[in-house]
């Protein structure tokens, strides 16, 4: 694996070596056109914010409290399907994909590294009128939510960071790692076979991993010309030492974790709690790095008490 980090990586690593997918390259027969129309609804808006056009859902009542759900590397806004729908019984939910993801696409201007994709989310608030929201994210999208939670401690009421990415790892530092052959060849193309087998090992059941999200998955990947973009944000992709950042977290925050989580090691949830001033802990069995689609309801549920703590 080298120097190289990031959850799916990993994985096709691991897939590449096993052979599954190498040859769906050769043969160019696994690729279809991704169908991406069907997964746009009556909530979404393609929305102009500082120079890029980047799809957003809003659910909820407008006048609610805002609430803000980011999501991970390769992934789109649906992996907050199975808590939207509950939070917008009483907040203004709004998940968006983020610049290179999902329906958003590429960034012109390859606004990719995680100061950069903070500063973004100040100017998608400022675009939907938002001064201050509750924000969660996980994995890359709790980077960009503790990020822009250090650098604007004034706009953030709550932070929930779900298996956040925060401190470096396998060589990504300050620096970023080399991206192995078969890594640039899984982003740019996404066969079905590594879709699958990459969100098999991020879930810690398996056996949850349905062709409905394979699906979703890859149309996400191959829409537009992400792939591309995949590249550029990995080549922009560090993880400096953020216990300094992390310090200057002034808002409450719940920070939760798969016990199973093999991607991003779950001994740095307590690092990134001690870190934070004000932060509790809840950790799951038998979940990985997805706790939001893996136990939607559980996790869910921890997180409407910690936002309706007074």
Do not use: C
Request: no cysteine; aromatic share 8%.
């Amino acid at each position: 694996m080298g120097k190289w980090t990031l959850t799916i990586g990993t994985v096709i690593v691991i897939a590449s070596a096993m052979g599954l997918w190498l040859n769906a390259i050769k043969n160019g027969n696994e690729f279809p056109k991704a169908p991406v129309s069907r997964y746009i609804t009556p909530q979404d808006q393609f929305v102009e914010v500082d120079g890029a056009t980047i799809r957003v859902r809003q659910e909820g009542p407008i006048d609610g409290t805002p609430l803000i759900l980011l999501h991970g590397f390769t992934y789109s806004l649906e992996t907050w399907d199975g808590w939207a729908e509950e939070l917008a019984t009483s907040y203004r939910v709004i998940r968006y994909d983020l610049l290179g993801h999902g329906l958003t696409g590429p960034d012109k201007r390859k606004r990719y590294t995680p100061h950069q994709r903070a500063d973004f989310l100040a100017s998608v608030m400022d675009a939907l009128g938002i001064e201050k929201a509750n924000l969660a994210g996980n994995s890359l999208g709790g980077l960009v939510a503790w990020r822009f939670a250090a650098q604007n401690p004034d706009r953030v009421e709550k932070l929930i960071l779900i298996a956040p990415a925060a401190y470096p790892i396998n060589g990504v530092t300050d620096d970023p790692a080399p991206i192995p052959p078969t890594i640039d060849q899984f982003m740019r193309y996404a066969p079905d076979s590594g879709v699958r087998i990459s969100l098999e090992l991020l879930y810690g059941d398996s056996s949850l991993v349905t062709n409905d999200r394979v699906a979703l998955a890859g149309h996400m990947m191959k829409s537009a010309e992400n792939g591309e973009a995949f590249i550029d944000h990995l080549e922009a992709f560090t993880l400096p030492n953020p216990t300094a950042d992390l310090a200057k977290i002034i808002a409450p925050t719940l920070i939760m974790w798969g016990r199973s989580d093999g991607f991003i090691p779950p001994t740095h949830a307590a690092m990134m709690r001690d870190a934070i001033p004000n932060a509790e802990l809840a950790l799951y069995s038998g979940i990985g790095h997805l706790p939001q689609e893996e136990a939607p309801i559980r996790t869910v549920a921890d997180a409407k008490r910690f936002l309706e703590m007074k």
